[in-house]
């Protein structure tokens, strides 16, 4: 959180204007910014990041077959069948655990309207074979880079890929509005009509074109996030520590695997997952969870289950064939991630693992 006086002073106007919602001064001021720090042309403020996901599945006018993946949060396999698509799933590549782009072909039928990928921890989809592979069959590509926020690939914005990318601002997010969310996108004309169907589907004041929604972004969360951004670079090159901290400490584990630097990537360092190797290690995931959890630190099997298996899912929609992603899921466990996490306490979760084994 930024410094309580400081979230004071950036609200204090509002109770001059008595503008609370509705695209005020504090939306079009955080608007503008994000726009500069995510370098893209076009951003729309969201309620949140879920509500974002399906204004742009809406505003792409999508209908049919959309192949994502299910190791995610169930929130994008739920934008998708709510906006009225199918979910086709599709595996994960075993390095990165964003969609394995040598799987995908083989899943598109004349129904597919699009690929909806997501930039798992912050790790980049092979966003360049996507867009190949788009372009081939006539899809759309929507982003989920509620993971990524920040994050650039050779001095390009994250959301620059695809046709949209949909961030969330979630409090748990590296960067956050109380709640709240983001789509960005390169065109103009979609940009316009987002905005539409995030307020209603409300044209002008005589006419409403689409059945829309209300997504729109309140001051008081558009406050908080003016506030943040001054933060972030501190945030992130804290959280790059803490990503250091654990891999000086975990690397000479033989059988827990740790997320690469990748050449090229400015990263964010959202989440630290371990994926354990219980064969080797003699121990398995569950155990250093509940291990840690008697010690009072608290992890999470982010993502597990895979969405394809939760019951209302399952029960309507094929699986598909997700086996690297189910092996991924079996075994991954996020630690504790985030900026004021100090040293000592880090040593100390990992010393918590290593008197297991
Ligand atoms: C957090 C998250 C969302 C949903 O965002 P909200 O702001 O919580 O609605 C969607 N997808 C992924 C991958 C997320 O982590």
Avoid at 22 to 43: A, D, I, R, S, T
């Amino acid at each position: 959180m930024p410094p309580y006086e400081e979230y004071c002073e950036e609200i204090k106007d509002i109770w001059d204007t008595r503008w609370l919602t509705n695209m005020g001064e504090k939306h079009e001021l955080l608007q503008k910014e994000l726009k500069e720090y995510l370098k893209v042309p076009y951003v729309s403020l969201c309620t949140n990041g879920h509500s974002a996901l399906q204004v742009a599945l809406q505003a792409l006018g999508l209908q049919g077959e959309i192949i994502t993946t299910p190791f995610t949060f169930v929130s994008t396999t739920e934008a998708i069948v709510r906006s009225g698509c199918k979910p086709v799933f599709c595996d994960i590549d075993p390095l990165t655990y964003t969609i394995d782009t040598n799987k995908i072909e083989n899943l598109i039928t004349d129904k597919t309207c699009a690929i909806m990928p997501v930039h798992v921890y912050g790790n980049v989809c092979d966003v360049d074979k996507i867009q190949h592979i788009a372009d081939k069959y006539n899809l759309k590509v929507i982003y989920d880079a509620a993971h990524a926020f920040g994050v650039e690939v050779g001095g390009k914005g994250i959301a620059s890929f695809g046709d949209v990318s949909v961030f969330s601002f979630h409090a748990t997010k590296v960067f956050h509005t109380i709640e709240g969310g983001a789509i960005c996108c390169a065109s103009k004309k979609l940009f316009d009509k987002i905005n539409i169907i995030r307020d209603f589907g409300i044209t002008d004041s005589e006419h409403v074109d689409y059945i829309g929604t209300n997504a729109k972004m309140n001051e008081f969360s558009a406050a908080m996030g003016i506030c943040n951004l001054r933060y972030i670079d501190k945030e992130i090159l804290r959280r790059k520590h803490v990503y250091e901290k654990y891999v000086e400490c975990l690397s000479s584990i033989d059988g827990i695997t740790m997320l690469n630097e990748v050449q090229g990537l400015k990263r964010n360092y959202a989440y630290f997952p371990i994926i354990v190797n219980a064969s080797i290690l003699g121990v398995s995931r569950d155990d250093i969870q509940r291990v840690l959890a008697d010690n009072g630190i608290y992890t999470r099997k982010y993502f597990y289950p895979l969405t394809n298996d939760f019951s209302c899912i399952s029960s309507i929609f094929d699986k598909g064939q997700t086996d690297v992603a189910r092996g991924v899921a079996s075994n991954v466990l996020t630690l504790p991630m985030f900026a004021d996490l100090r040293d000592r306490d880090i040593l100390n979760i990992c010393n918590k693992i290593k008197e297991m084994l």
